[in-house]
């Protein structure tokens, strides 16, 4: 038949076709602009609050992002996913607000400003607060716009006229308001321990603030004589050796500390020296110092002749007791010449070093609370730059301790101690992690200064305390700081039981919703072994810590009248008010400025940002309203997630979010870091540019993203291959019902069992699709998605169903219900891919339904039409598997070209679920019968011109089957 003329008629003019100008080819990153335009235009946002208002409200908290630089992918990551949230809650019917928000205060801003100066070689300290403040603010509102407008660009759909910023004057008060909640309730006190510091920026650190890197630092053994040791007075003359990683502490050492239970020996050195340390770290020292030590002396004179027994046995911890050393640097005089304790220190082991530690309270948490414990006060040697203050006998006014060559082994400190005798053991080549910022990226100390501090461990209403005196005003007694109480952990002071700061956070955590369900423990073991809340901050951009201190008690003020006025002045002129203002008016005719003192510190920007939920979601919905979740990266269960939970719980005893999402960070393509110095950035704004924001909101949500995330060519490639077939999808469905009307629907009832069975299938997604929204898997949302529309639909449903679409009678009751359940396909698929293709569903409703004033976002969920009964879905799952197998059989006689398409095959089947001519409809073949297993061979039927299935009534290739002529017929009718 193939090499006879073809003299048949072209039946082409009379199938029916889809017809649409959808095209298949989505130029996203020229179309969405303009849609985007068009939402504005509309006020889609606006709107969607006007049609849900009454609804029952879902609210989705925003952490605000840092008002500094361009989005980068993290930004695009986050907002994506919660953009997803807010939009299929609308879907699901809720009142689903979105406020966007920005973080303006703090160093990060306060530094770029900063820089500005310096590359103008000004000082920033001589111009005016209030001029400097007002750059700050005017650099922060640059980059809210620019966010604002990129965000946007992603299709993040939210109040942009009116979004929150902590540096709006309302927000400064209300923020400043929490604090005298605080302080109000007597959550809060002032103290001197050490914290993080920055050097180089001057300030505080929160542990939010600091990330860890790898260096390579310079370690030291130095020895201390022991001058009196009760316990063991053959001990006296020995040296107690310690081991260090920060020879720059050793200016400041005030104690030495030891492991009750470590057993300690004095070893003996080839020049009669002796040394205590840790029997178990006698070979770690030697290798360091490159000393042998023995146990006995080499010779032993008769005066000394119990000193073999002495070397030769062990020492125990608790032996050390009320023993005491000299400093190597003792001749100075003054405070280098006070005894330096032995005392007892859980924290002592042997893992590392000697056995023995030494303690500069300045510099250590350890170190503080155990000297504190012995009536050992910091000396705050080293001052906000990090230098030994001018007055400071040794190495005064000396080098940055953060300086390699200052601190090195042939540095000034490693000198003098050599010199002294002293320094047993130098080398710069200790590999170890060690905090930085993570602005600056400098190292930080910790330090012991004057901050504000909102306790752990101390019931409401006992942590307030006196002050401790000025950082100067200490300077100028001679470093003796006054006796400040330090809250500890524990049942709290008096033995008040009533729940402390840590025990409501752990109960709040407790009663929250953790997804993933692991990011509970991770925040629970933050809690649990934090320290008190460091608050202050020694800069100039942020709300102040607005309280007077009593100069002669060190009280702070706690009057609700004065407060009222405090925060009057900061709604009328924000937080620069404190700077400017008249502080006697302030605090009224009942106090004396003169005998108080305005606190200028600046409050940590995690405090601010902890805040939000009182002056964006409470001050929005209603007093007591919480958020249903917060979203953010893991790193905010130490930033945001905590602050915002220590913020709450301390001002109303609960956590401020009903549940709290955790996803993880985007990695380039080789899971690595993205950094601009390996060159491995991915731009979000590029993507965008080339490939449109659906596209990368598709990625966004189609991975793992409770963990870290990769992004690249390749994985870009597959969001691209998915998107396409989803857009192809919808091209079909908009082809397939080109003209439908109500008038042609066809009820359920009488459509026929594969109709109903797609429905079925449709019911199945739409329980699975609410599944994952109430779950936030929305990886498993778009993968349930895209699987129905490509292995049911486009695989299956359509391709079985395109003979009835193209060459049925338009009458056709099966052509009829095929389209009726197209049209409700329709109206489901661009809803449920309405929250996360915003653009494309906008574009597909749009196609159909050409609206100015109409938005597929406006839609709420879909209603479906009843389901199939449980025996029809199981005997088309049935016959699904039996198709399976058929076009398995089919496709070796494919690729021999015995048959050219399934429509020249005849197949055999051992079983037939359905009557043998819907079989062979399904499968797509010419003939179905039954035999003992699945068999095909080509058919001996001719085809039909029109519809190209090869039936018995056909005479020959290219005449007309029985139904073809009668739908012509009509046709021509």
């Known amino acids: 038949m193939a090499d006879q003329p073809d003299t048949k008629r072209d039946w082409r003019d009379t199938v029916f076709l889809p017809k649409t100008d959808f095209p298949m080819k989505a130029g996203l990153a020229q179309k969405e602009p303009a849609i985007l335009a068009r939402w504005q235009q509309m006020g889609l946002y606006d709107r969607l609050r006007h049609e849900r208002a009454g609804r029952e409200r879902w609210i989705l908290h925003d952490g605000p992002p840092y008002a500094n630089g361009d989005i980068h992918m993290g930004h695009a990551m986050n907002k994506v996913l919660k953009d997803v949230i807010v939009r299929s809650r609308s879907l699901m019917g809720y009142d689903a607000p979105y406020v966007p928000g920005w973080d303006c205060h703090g160093l990060p801003i306060e530094w770029k400003v900063e820089e500005a100066y310096r590359a103008k070689k000004l000082d920033k300290d001589q111009v005016p607060v209030d001029q400097f403040r007002a750059e700050c603010r005017a650099y922060a509102n640059k980059w809210v716009a620019v966010q604002a407008d990129e965000f946007q660009r992603l299709g993040v759909m939210g109040d942009w006229a009116d979004p929150y910023l902590t540096m709006k004057y309302e927000a400064e008060a209300t923020i400043a308001g929490e604090l005298l909640k605080f302080a109000e309730s007597g959550q809060l006190y002032r103290g001197a321990k050490p914290v993080m510091w920055s ?20 370690q030291i053994d130095v020895a201390f004589e022991i001058t009196e040791a009760p316990n063991a007075p053959e001990l006296v003359g020995a040296h107690a050796v310690i081991w260090t990683t920060t020879p720059w502490t050793i200016p400041v050492n005030q104690a030495l500390a030891y492991g009750e239970d470590v057993h300690y020996h004095v070893f003996q050195d080839e020049n009669g020296r002796r040394f205590l340390l840790a029997f178990d770290l006698k070979e770690q020292f030697e290798q360091r110092s490159g000393l042998s030590l023995t146990t006995v002396p080499d010779s032993i004179d008769d005066d000394v002749s119990d000193l073999r027994k002495i070397a030769d046995r062990q020492v125990s911890g608790s032996q050390l007791a009320g023993a005491l050393a000299r400093h190597p640097m003792h001749h100075l005089g003054g405070f280098f010449a006070k005894p330096r304790p032995l005392l007892p220190g859980d924290f002592v082991t042997t893992d590392a070093g000697t056995g023995l530690v030494h303690m500069a309270p300045d510099h250590g948490e350890d170190d503080f609370l155990l ?17 030994y203050r001018a007055d400071w006998a040794w190495l005064g006014g000396q080098g940055s301790v953060i300086n390699k060559k200052f601190v090195s082994a042939e540095g000034p400190i490693c000198a003098d101690l050599r010199a002294a005798g002293a320094l047993l053991a130098a080398s710069d080549d200790f590999k170890h992690s060690y905090p930085h910022s993570w602005r600056s990226k400098a190292k930080v100390i ?20 006196a002050g401790i005196a000025g950082e100067q005003d200490q300077a100028d007694r001679g470093a003796q700081p006054l006796s400040q109480p330090s809250p500890q952990r524990g049942e709290g002071i008096g033995g008040d039981n009533a729940p402390t700061l840590r025990n409501l956070a752990l109960d709040a955590i407790a009663r929250t919703r953790w997804v993933p369900a692991r990011a509970e423990n991770r925040i629970t073991a933050m809690v649990e072994g934090r320290p008190d809340w460091v608050i202050s901050r020694q800069r100039a951009w942020g709300v102040p810590i607005a309280l007077y201190v009593h100069r002669a008690t060190g009280q702070y003020l706690a009057d609700a009248a004065v407060n009222a006025r405090i925060l009057d002045a900061f709604k009328a002129g924000g937080a620069d008010a404190w700077f400017t203002a008249d502080h006697q008016q302030l605090l009224g ?12 510190d600046i409050l940590d920007v995690w405090f601010d940002s902890g805040s939000t939920h009182a002056f964006v979601v409470e001050a929005r919905y209603g007093e007591g309203t919480r958020a249903n979740l917060y979203v953010e990266g893991s790193d905010q269960h130490r930033g945001w997630f905590q602050s915002s939970l220590l913020e709450s719980c301390g001002t109303r005893g609960r956590a401020p979010y009903d549940a709290v999402l955790t996803h993880g960070f985007a990695l380039d393509g080789k899971g690595r870091k993205m950094s601009k110095s390996l060159g491995n950035v991915v731009d979000p704004l590029k993507i965008i540019g080339e490939s449109g924001a659906d596209i990368l909101r598709l990625w966004a949500v189609s991975t793992d993203y409770f963990d870290d ?13 998915a998107y396409r077939k989803l857009r192809n999808t919808f091209r079909y469905l908009l082809g397939a019902l080109d003209g439908f009307t109500d008038d042609e629907r066809v009820a359920v009832a009488d459509m026929p069992e594969l109709e109903r069975y797609v429905l079925h299938l449709l019911h199945k997604l739409d329980l699975e699709l609410r599944s994952a929204v109430d779950a936030f898997e929305f990886n498993r949302y778009t993968r349930a998605l895209t699987d129905f529309c490509n292995e049911d639909l486009s695989a299956f449903f359509f391709d079985v169903r395109k003979d009835s679409l193209y060459c049925d009678a338009a009458s056709d009751v099966k052509r009829r219900a095929y389209r009726t359940v197209l049209d409700t396909l329709f109206h489901a698929l661009v809803r449920y891919a309405a929250p996360v293709l915003v653009f494309t569903a906008e574009e597909v409703w749009q196609a159909r339904f050409p609206d100015a004033e109409t938005s597929v976002h406006l839609l709420e969920w879909p ?3 009843e389901q199939a009964a449980e025996d029809i879905a199981q005997r088309w799952h049935e016959v699904r598997k039996l198709r399976e197998r058929v076009t398995e059989a089919i496709e070796p006689l494919r690729r021999e070209k015995t048959v050219r398409s ?26 179905v019968s039954e035999a003992g297993t699945v068999d095909v061979a080509r058919t001996d039927y001719h085809k039909c011109g029109r519809c190209w299935r090869h039936l018995p009534e056909v005479d020959e290739d290219g005449d007309l089957c029985a139904r073809c002529e009668q739908v012509v017929a009509e046709v021509a009718a």
């Open 446 to 465: 910790q330090r012991a200064t004057p901050q504000w501090f909102i306790p752990m461990d101390v019931p409401a209403g006992q942590a307030r305390a």
């Open 199 to 218: 050097p180089v920026e001057k300030t505080a650190l929160a542990e939010a603030e600091v990330e860890y890197e790898d260096v390579v630092s310079t």
């Open 371 to 387: 000297c504190k414990q012995y009536g050992i006060e910091p000396v705050f040697a080293v001052d906000g730059a990090g230098f």
């Open 902 to 927: 399934s429509l020249e095959a005849e197949v055999t089947v051992p079983e037939a679920p359905l009557p043998a001519d819907a079989l062979a409809e399904v499968f797509i073949v010419a003939k």
């Open 709 to 721: 995330i990769r992004i690249g060519k390749e994985v870009l490639a597959t969001a691209s291959d």
């Open 863 to 865: 209603e479906l039409p």
């Open 589 to 600: 005719d009942q106090y004396d400025l003169a005998e108080y003192e305005p606190v200028n």
